[in-house]
């Protein structure tokens, strides 16, 4: 079984469209994250939810909008898609919002925007 | 805002050659964390480092957390190819959230 799972695992698109991609984890852990993995690998996140709360939401543009239906499901929705937004977008969890807790990652989903 | 550096960015090595990464905050850190990612995977939590002057071992590879709690490394001893990657080591902000190195990419020829 998938602990992480992550829909779909590409997607190109073109500039002004909007998608969304969905993240699912089946570990039981209260905490979720996005995060954007630009050309040069560097991660960064994005949002965080715990227990279907907003806890993190970096300087991010306001197009981009997460939302958690419950504690097992964070998706992501992008508008207006511009060729900056191409990146591989990684979901992740972990057991808690603390420091120390170690974060799974999902397989990532490829954005390409043309 | 901090930040945590790592080097080198790249490092192509020989199969059988030892490889170091080091991290280093601009903070203390509270633990620090070290993830490999394979090529056109994800990144894949390797280990967790807590305590000052810490070194923990997962066979061929050897993590120490310095005594300052600001810097870390990644030894890998005898390279292999199974050892290609990107190797990340991340430290929790004071808000909670993971920063992470900007990575090193370790090529390894057979």
């Known amino acids: 079984d998938t602990a992480v799972s992550q829909t779909p695992k590409y997607l190109v698109t073109q500039m002004g469209n909007d998608k969304s991609i969905k993240c699912e984890q089946n570990?039981?852990?209260?905490?979720m994250y996005w995060y954007k993995q630009d050309s040069k690998k560097f991660l960064k996140i994005m949002f965080s939810y715990n227990n279907k709360e907003l806890i993190i939401n970096e300087t991010v543009p306001n197009r981009f909008s997460p939302k958690s239906p419950d504690k097992a499901h964070l998706n992501l929705h992008i508008n207006s898609l511009e060729l900056g937004d191409s990146a591989v977008y990684f979901c992740?969890?972990?057991?808690?919002?603390?420091?120390?807790?170690?974060?799974?990652f999902g397989p990532g989903t490829r954005l390409t925007v043309t | 805002g901090q930040q945590v550096m790592q080097i080198p960015q790249y490092q192509h090595v020989q199969e059988g050659e030892d490889f170091t990464t080091y991290c280093n905050s601009s903070?203390?850190?509270?633990?620090i964390q070290w993830y490999k990612q394979r090529p056109g995977g994800h990144p894949v939590f390797l280990i967790q480092?807590?305590?000052?002057?810490e070194v923990k071992k997962q066979k061929r590879l050897t993590f120490q957390f310095g005594e300052a709690k600001k810097n870390s490394s990644l030894h890998i001893t005898a390279t292999q190819t199974t050892d290609v990657g990107t190797y990340f080591c991340a430290g929790p902000s004071n808000t909670g959230k993971l920063i992470f190195g900007q990575g090193t990419t370790l090529q390894v020829k057979p």
């Open positions: 992740a969890s972990s057991q808690g919002y603390a420091r120390s807790y170690e974060q799974y």
């Open positions: 480092l807590v305590k000052s002057g």
């Open positions: 903070t203390t850190l509270s633990n």
């Open positions: 570990l039981g852990h209260d905490t």
